[in-house]
């Protein structure tokens, strides 16, 4: 990457509505993670869900602020907008949540997928902390598969799509899908499945779930970090773009080929280094773990099991 890469730059992009039925789409790009957030607006009734929204966290410090959120919040004022919903797609590995401080700003429910369930069980057991995690307790809605709920006037539809994380889900609304870590953009290919939890078996399944909504969909993704010949982040491609051209499942990809690539690649990589802090935050709805008895807030890191 060059000095000047876009990938080290707080990048905001707006993907309009294509008509009726379809929502005005903002991608906010957060540096530091290479994540990307979303404002998901009826541009009728000006009605919003903010989606996978960044509590910043500094990995050698574990100091906390919220530069991202205040930004995306910043555009809600900007274009006149009130939000609705927050809401994430999973219990985030590499960055830490804003869900509750959102939740506290704006007064706005927070929701996740209901398996979030099941990974605090997992989690509770690797950090053999047994009363950790309450999800009922915060988050305001847990949704299952095929559940729907509004924005404004447009309806979305949950679409449980596992394999990154066992609970993942996707939003659909309109012509626009958040997909979350299932896809990367089609020069970078998909998302790691090796997290606990995680399956690229399943991944695959949930992939294809996604190329079978009608070609124009807009997909949405998690992350980016640039590409071979490329050093500006992306996040928006075509459900037909992914088809032709995504080099994991694009053409003639078979499964079994594609669960070999995956699980090859995941072994290569290394844990993100946010993930052993961030989870405990984020299965709390992000909610930082109640103070002690100096006034300070503390995380648990396991030793020897990863």
């Not at 910043?56 to 907008?81: K, W």
């Not at 690797?126 to 009922?136: E, G, H, Q, R, S």
């Amino acid at each position: 990457m060059t000095d000047t890469s876009k990938l080290d730059q707080p990048i905001v992009r707006h993907s309009p509505s294509t008509g009726a039925g379809n929502p005005d789409v903002w991608g906010i790009y957060e540096p530091d993670t290479g994540s990307i957030q979303y404002i998901c607006a009826d541009p009728a009734t000006k009605k919003a869900a903010l989606i996978d929204v960044v509590l910043n966290f500094d990995p050698a410090s574990f100091a906390t602020d919220t530069r991202s959120m205040d930004q995306v919040l910043s555009l809600i004022d900007e274009h006149g907008l009130t939000v609705e919903w927050v809401l994430d797609t999973h219990p985030h590995a590499d960055h830490a949540m804003a869900s509750a401080r959102l939740k506290d700003r704006t007064g706005a429910p927070n929701a996740i997928g209901q398996k979030v369930k099941e990974i605090a069980d997992l989690w509770r057991g690797i950090y053999n902390a047994p009363d950790a995690f309450d999800p009922t307790r915060d988050f305001d809605r847990l949704f299952a598969d095929g559940d729907t709920f509004k924005i404004g006037d447009l309806e979305v539809r949950v679409m449980l799509s596992p394999g990154h994380t066992l609970g993942s889900i996707t939003y659909i609304c309109g012509n626009a899908a958040f997909v979350h870590d299932t896809f990367m953009q089609p020069d970078s290919g998909t998302s790691r499945a090796d997290f606990p939890g995680g399956s690229s078996e399943e991944l695959w399944d949930s992939l294809q779930a996604i190329l079978a909504l009608p070609g124009n969909t807009r997909l949405f993704i998690g992350h980016d970090y640039g590409a071979e010949g490329r050093d500006e982040p992306e996040w928006e491609a075509r459900v037909d773009d992914h088809k032709a051209h995504n080099i994991h499942v694009g053409g003639d990809t078979d499964k079994a080929t594609y669960v070999e690539t995956r699980d090859s690649r995941d072994a290569t990589l290394a844990l993100p280094d946010r993930m052993l802090a961030v989870l405990q935050i984020n299965l709390r709805g992000g909610r930082l773990p109640d103070a002690e008895s100096d006034g300070a807030h503390y995380l648990k890191l396991p030793v020897d099991k990863f």
